[in-house]
């Protein structure tokens, strides 16, 4: 079942007096349940696709269709709705609020969507379970380390049960043994039926992913089913 459909879809913006061609005519299908990394040099549309994807930004052209529904036709009620709840968000940056402890930062989007707040702590604390933290829930982001920051934002991503896990750059700030972990916990989520979608430069990371779509100058370049490597359980090290 197709979760995302997109056609032909393009993006320009403008900048002073030139126009720049971020996406030129990219259409994609993506399932539940695939994993999907997104790969390019700088400048070549991964950002800007990521953005689509997430309802961040709008197209200039083309047709975008997130589980039948065109999200051209949405309003912005609709579309804020989707961000929270259809859409978890991993962020390089963490993006955790510095004086909230980690249960806090993970019940967020639900206090947005209207949670009662017995029922939102429970799904937050749940939530960091979930990602190997039980020992850490009221402990604020500069008493973790980094790779327990990134397991805070992933249990926030998780939190609302979405349909997609959209990461971006989700190593970007950690080690190369720390990142490994970070993966191999991603693999656990795709396991238990989660669609995922990694924007990556590293290749190593991407390699963690069933389906790498390569853009360049703003089109698909190559879109390529992967072999996925073995990777360690997420929980063999607690970060």
């Known amino acids: 079942m197709n979760i995302i459909n997109i056609e032909h879809i393009a993006k320009i913006y403008q900048v002073g007096m030139e126009q720049v061609h971020a996406l030129r005519d990219v259409s994609l299908k993506i399932d539940k349940n695939e994993y999907v990394a997104i790969m390019g040099p700088s400048g070549s549309g991964k950002s800007t696709l990521m953005n689509m994807l997430g309802c961040l930004d709008t197209p200039t052209s083309g047709v975008y269709d997130f589980k039948g529904v065109s999200v051209s036709e949405m309003t912005d009620n609709e579309l804020a709705r989707i961000r929270n709840k259809e859409i978890g968000f991993v962020f390089q ?77 989700p190593t970007g700030n950690l080690d190369s043994k720390t990142g490994e972990e970070i993966m191999a916990l991603f693999l656990e989520i795709h396991e238990k039926g989660n669609t995922i979608i990694l924007v990556t430069h590293e290749e190593y990371i991407a390699e963690h992913a069933m389906r790498i779509l390569r853009l360049r100058d703003g089109l698909i370049e190559k879109d390529e089913l992967v072999e996925r490597r073995f990777i360690p359980k997420a929980r063999e090290t607690i970060l």
Do not use: W
Not at 129 to 153: C, F, T, W, Y
């Open 93 to 169: 940056t963490f993006n955790l609020l510095a004086r909230s402890d980690a249960v806090h930062n993970v019940e967020l989007p639900l206090i947005y969507a209207g949670v009662p707040s017995a029922e939102r702590k429970e799904r937050a604390r749940q939530a960091l379970i979930d990602v190997g933290l039980g020992d850490r829930m009221h402990h604020k982001p500069n008493e973790l380390s980094g790779g327990q920051r990134q397991r805070v934002a992933i249990a926030r991503a998780l939190v609302t049960k979405p349909a997609i896990i959209l990461a971006d750059e």
